[in-house]
């Protein structure tokens, strides 16, 4: 049973929750297993309810997908969740908009629960013999969507009839041991009631009872009309002596290879919160006095006792200690040197010297101290985590499933990162190649050697919206900013700039605004164009290298139902493809009739939804159409009434990798750009700029292998790529257009 309440008001459903059983077909390991999300978006970029159900439909469509171990399952609709919604925050970033995500996934198979967490959520695990407080304070302010990692935590419980599950991305301070206490064996709806009752703000929350059954799922609606009042309930401030705390003992996924660590209990009231890391948010306090805890069958892993902050008290300690004993030092060498010497004023300073002295040697030891420990701190913090992320790669090593190797060896990385946020070593570089290597294999990677391709780099104010090269090798650049084009010519030092080279908007003999897409011109054209652009309102521009030619500017006859909002185009054969995603139209403009005849419209009967498409590529007449959210379209020409033109939306991507599946979307990525390469082998390149990586798929859309830079590019985040005819591989960032040989 969902619960919410917003701005007073009690709400029947709750965006974001989803319960879903097995379908008739799923991944090994997936066919017993019942599962149950909720996502929380925090922040000023909110989806609608209906997105987020189809959202978490398709993520539950991807659980029951993946094979192996339910962490390893859930672990992959983490990671797909994360990019999905860091891909969103990225389109919003120019604009403030982004969303924090806290998600809660608990799957229960047979009388096993396990739950993973991406960032502050609670989870509440409430049984007769006791309750337990799945919840990490050192996550507060972390979740999905800020970062290419996904941070998630795993925790495994055993259930029985009675358990009450309680998941919710807040937990209000009232909600006390004596009043989870009270809720077991209580309807939901009562349950609910007194929940409420409790809380007089906002409040979202999923509520899981267990009972003995056939196993199928109800989904119950909360009606506060209909349902009783909960009577009495109890104090938030009267400690229960007789209740329990259960640590929460370890249960291992019969699929898995590793057992969790065991979550820390909730504390009671008036004692020291237990915590592993420095607290940044006051977790919930209960009244009750505790208990010695119960033996459970599986000792759990020892939770370190809160230690109160001693390095800095002590180094503020030793430079009092050091100062005093300095200006004690310093008066009586002085009064040492007065009885010596005939003339005592000489040594007489003045208030202000003294008071000086006096302040700045403690500041300067502890100045020394302090740099000291940074030094020595740090190393021994980076060995620790790195400690970690050796202990990880031992364990990873005598893996054998595919799916487990990938997220064991991811891991590692995790924890090499954390290891170099306090420097590096050359330990912890050879276990990120070795990492890398595993990995690479896994997801048949070939790592290529990026290097500065452009003399002097990008020139301030220009951002790369696309590259596009031409037959002789030459490099133009579309300024995203302005709409004007730059040329880069081969020399031995690099690609350099064309300085008089004129591509961009004018005035006469009309108007040419800001170009919004390009395209290479074959060679051999009579005026000596090399490059095409196109503006918003559908007009051409011929570009001419030289200091005198200047642009030839082509007004097309418009449509006949005029334009909308043109925004890209595709060159082939001299046939010009516009598409227009307002007006939901691609246009077509022959080569022979030099655009003074009205365009072709390119669909038959059926038209595939244009409004999301952000790149197009043209073969032999069939259109490629990427959309914002990955999948792509590919519709067949025919001018043929009989045979009108068809198309595939969604295209289906082909991914024989171990635990990858076929599908609309291809797993892990962010397309947001792709490129058809030309015979002799035609092929399919679509670019990933999070990771930096470009995708290499047959025209049947079959993953054939990815390319991605052997070290990390210099600069802020990729904005586009190209492959040129040479297979040299360029990627542009806001500084810089790197260059690669493709093997």
């Known amino acids: 049973m969902p619960i919410l309440r917003r701005q007073g008001l009690v709400h029947p459903d709750l965006p974001g929750f989803l319960a879903l059983g097995p379908p008739r077909r799923t991944g090994r390991g997936r066919a017993q297993d019942k599962l149950v999300m909720h996502l929380a978006l925090q922040g000023n970029a909110p989806l609608s309810p209906k997105a987020l159900h189809k959202l978490l439909d398709s993520l539950g469509q991807t659980y029951f997908k993946s094979a192996g171990s339910s962490t390893a399952a859930m672990r992959v609709v983490a990671e797909s969740l994360n990019q999905s919604l ?164 370890p249960v291992v996924d019969p699929l898995a290879h590793h057992v969790p660590v ?152 995790v924890s090499l990162d954390e290891a170099e946020n306090y420097g590096s070593s050359q330990d912890s570089q050879d276990l990120r190649t070795y990492a890398y290597s595993v990995l690479d294999n896994l997801d048949i990677v070939e ?7 452009l003399v002097g780099g990008i020139p301030s104010g220009v951002t790369v919206k696309k590259i596009v090269l031409n037959a002789d090798n030459e490099l133009y650049l579309l300024n995203g900013e302005n709409g004007y084009v730059l040329r880069a010519t081969y020399s031995d030092k690099g690609y350099e700039l064309d300085a008089v080279f004129n591509c961009g908007p004018v005035a006469q003999p009309f108007l040419i605004g800001p170009l919004i897409d390009i395209a290479a011109l074959p060679r051999g054209q009579e005026d000596g164009a090399t490059i095409l652009g196109m503006d918003a309102n559908g007009n051409l521009l011929r570009c001419i290298p030289g200091e005198e030619d200047a642009p030839i500017a082509i007004q097309m006859a418009p449509p006949d139902l005029n334009w909308g909002q043109p925004t890209e185009f595709a060159l082939e054969n001299g046939n010009v493809y516009v598409l227009d995603s307002q007006t939901n139209s691609v246009w077509v403009y022959w080569a022979n009739d030099n655009f003074s005849e009205l365009p072709t419209y390119y669909f038959g009967n059926q038209i595939p939804p244009l409004k999301s498409v952000i790149d197009m590529s043209v073969k032999d007449g069939d259109l490629y159409l990427l959309h914002d959210d990955g999948h792509i379209t590919v519709c067949n020409y025919s001018s043929y009434v009989d045979a009108p033109t068809r198309c595939t939306d969604p295209a289906e991507f082909i991914d024989l990798r171990a635990g990858y599946q076929n599908g609309s979307v291809m797993q892990g990525t962010n397309f947001q750009q792709m490129q058809l390469a030309p015979p002799p082998d035609p092929s399919l390149y679509l670019f990933d700029p999070q990771a930096e990586a470009v995708y290499h798929l047959s025209m049947r859309l079959a993953f054939q292998r990815q390319y991605r830079p052997s070290q990390p590019l210099l600069g802020e985040t990729a904005t586009t790529f190209a492959v040129g005819p040479n297979r040299q591989a360029f990627v542009a960032t806001n500084e810089q257009v790197y260059v690669a040989i493709m093997p």
């Not at 790592?447 to 391709?453: F, I």
């Open 86 to 249: 860091f891909s969103r925050n990225q389109r919003g970033s120019s604009r403030g908009m982004r969303s924090l995500g806290i998600f809660s996934l608990a799957v229960f198979r047979n009388q096993f629960l396990f739950l993973a967490q991406c960032g502050s959520s609670h989870a509440l695990l409430v049984q007769p013999g006791g309750l337990q407080h799945f919840h990490d304070p050192s996550v507060v302010g972390r979740g999905l969507g800020m970062g290419r990692a996904t941070p998630i935590q795993y925790h495994h419980a055993e259930v029985t009839p009675g358990s009450l599950l309680i998941i919710s991305p807040s937990l209000p301070p009232t909600w006390n041991q004596s009043l989870l206490r009270s809720l077991v064996g209580k309807p939901l709806g009562e349950v609910a009631d007194r929940l409420f009752a409790q809380v007089d703000a906002d409040l979202e929350a999923v509520m899981i009872q267990i009972e003995a059954g056939s196993g199928e799922m109800r989904t119950l609606q909360y009606d506060p009309t209909k349902i009783a009042s909960a009577g009495p309930q109890p104090d938030p401030n009267q400690a229960l002596p007789d209740t329990e705390i259960l640590p929460a003992a």
């Open 447 to 453: 790592r290529l050697d990026y290097q500065a391709g």
């Open 262 to 413: 065991p979550q820390a209990e909730l504390p009671p009231s008036q004692a020291a919160p237990v915590q592993r890391q420095p607290q940044v948010e006051t977790p919930p306090v209960v009244t009750a006095a505790e208990k010695p805890p119960v033996e459970s069958t599986k000792t759990p892993k020892p939770v370190k006792p809160k230690r109160e902050p001693v390095i800095g008290p002590a180094i503020l300690a030793i430079a009092s200690a050091v100062g005093t004993a300095l200006r004690q030092f310093f008066r009586t060498i002085g009064a040492m040197i007065r009885r010596v010497l005939p003339d005592e004023k000489i040594l007489d300073l003045p208030p202000s010297a003294m008071l000086f002295g006096a302040l700045a040697v403690p500041l300067i030891i502890v100045s020394v101290a302090s740099v000291v420990y940074l030094r020595e701190g740090r190393g021994r913090l980076h060995q620790e985590k790195l400690l970690q992320a050796q202990t990880v790669a031992e364990q990873a090593l005598p893996l054998e499933d595919p799916i487990e190797i990938r997220a064991a060896w991811e891991q590692v990385l």
